[in-house]
């Protein structure tokens, strides 16, 4: 593995760890946020924390790094619904300027496609090419 994806793999472990944190220290943010049609607005929160936690503890550790980054897309891929649901709901968030929730839409896709980097097996290089 390069440097430089060792280096982008920990930065984006580094990152969930600490919004799933972020769950927990501010867990009245997240709870704001949730659409109306799902349960139990507090524990998701908790479980989405501990999932962030959870996974991007994965991409530090290299036999789950894999596994973890698999977890983070399906993760982007959910909170889609959060983010759309925000956007159409825009006057419940008057404190988000709407381009604001356009932008955490938008920037769900560079975060997938960066998880997505680390669900790729690495390329091993034959031991003959070795000199």
Do not use: C
Not at 22 to 35: D, E, L, V, W
Not at 36 to 48: A, F
């Amino acid at each position: 593995m390069s440097i430089v994806k060792r280096v982008m793999r920990y930065l984006l472990g580094v990152l969930f760890v600490l919004a799933g944190v972020n769950h927990f220290i501010s867990p009245a943010f997240y709870t704001n946020i949730m659409p109306d049609y799902l349960p139990m607005h507090y524990e998701l929160v908790l479980l989405s924390g501990i999932t962030e936690i959870v996974a991007g503890a994965m991409l530090l550790y290299g036999p789950t790094v894999r596994l973890g980054a698999w977890g983070i897309v399906a993760m982007l891929v959910v909170f889609f619904t959060v983010h759309i649901h925000m956007i159409l709901q825009a006057d419940r968030y008057a404190g988000v300027p709407l381009w604001g929730l356009w932008l955490r839409l938008v920037l769900q896709f560079p975060l997938i496609a960066w998880a997505w980097w680390f669900t790729r097996p690495e390329k091993s290089v034959p031991k003959e090419s070795i000199a």
